[in-house]
T-cell receptor, first 115, second 112 residues
Framework: AQKVTQAQTEISVVEKEDVTLDCVYETRDTTYYLFWYKQPPSGELVFLIRRNSFDEQNEISGRYSWNFQKSTSSFNFTITASQVVDSAVYFCALSEVNRDDKIIFGKGTRLHILP | DGGITQSPKYLFRKEGQNVTLSCEQNLNHDAMYWYRQDPGQGLRLIYYSQIVNDFQKGDIAEGYSVSREKKESFPLTVTSAQKNPTAFYLC???????????FGPGTRLTVL
């Protein structure tokens, strides 16, 4: 069965530190998508990235980077030089393209960036 | 601007009353979803719809009902049968089932 595990429920770091949020997934399918979403205090989920299972290239977007490793079924998210505005809950998610019509979300990691 | 709107932002309900949460999208997406989020918790899927006039139960459909009469609208009714309705409700839409979902701003429902 498909499953997404975010083992870190809450993380606190001091501003300007780097921080990595872990995501481990389980799937029976060979074709799937992985996602990261950010939920700031306002509540709306903001889409950050989607990766398909055939593309293991790491992605960098400004201070954000994502490391996708099929060998360990992980899709980790790193924030470099963190800022207070990065404080939010971050969700990792998975969808199986050929088997299902919905996305499975992890339970989220609450990130506190301390000034 | 294209996007998803939910109204109202805050909603108060007396016990025993039904209440309907609105969700509208102008992204021309076929699929729409309703999630419930409790404090400090993740998202739980209530109902979803892949096409007009069709919808499926999610993981926690009991006490909720939906309709999908128009492509752009997917209202959620929280009935009096829902035992603990106080929560944050999020609506989302996507081009198709497994694709990226885009979320509305949410409705915070409180039962008094």
């Amino acid at each position: 069965a498909q499953k997404v595990t975010q083992a870190q429920t809450e993380i606190s770091v001091v501003e300007k530190e780097d921080v990595t949020l872990d995501c481990v997934y389980e799937t029976r399918d060979t074709t799937y998508y992985l996602f990261w979403y950010k939920q700031p205090p306002s509540g709306e989920l903001v889409f950050l990235i989607r990766r398909n299972s055939f593309d293991e290239q790491n992605e960098i977007s400004g201070r954000y980077s994502w490391n996708f490793q099929k060998s360990t079924s992980s899709f980790n998210f790193t924030i470099t030089a963190s800022q207070v505005v990065d404080s939010a809950v971050y969700f990792c998610a998975l969808s199986e393209v050929n088997r299902d019509d919905k996305i499975i979300f992890g339970k989220g990691t609450r990130l506190h960036i301390l000034p | 601007d294209g996007g998803i709107t939910q109204s109202p932002k805050y909603l108060f309900r007396k016990e025993g009353q039904n209440v309907t949460l609105s969700c509208e999208q102008n992204l021309n997406h076929d699929a729409m979803y309703w999630y419930r989020q409790d404090p400090g918790q993740g998202l739980r899927l209530i109902y979803y719809s892949q096409i007009v006039n069709d919808f499926q139960k999610g993981d926690i459909a009991e006490g909720y009902s939906v309709s999908r009469e128009k492509k752009e609208s997917f209202p959620l009714t929280v009935t009096s049968a829902q035992k603990n309705p106080t929560a944050f409700y999020l609506c989302a839409s996507s081009i198709a089932g497994a694709e990226t979902q885009y979320f509305g701003p949410g409705t915070r429902l409180t039962v008094l």
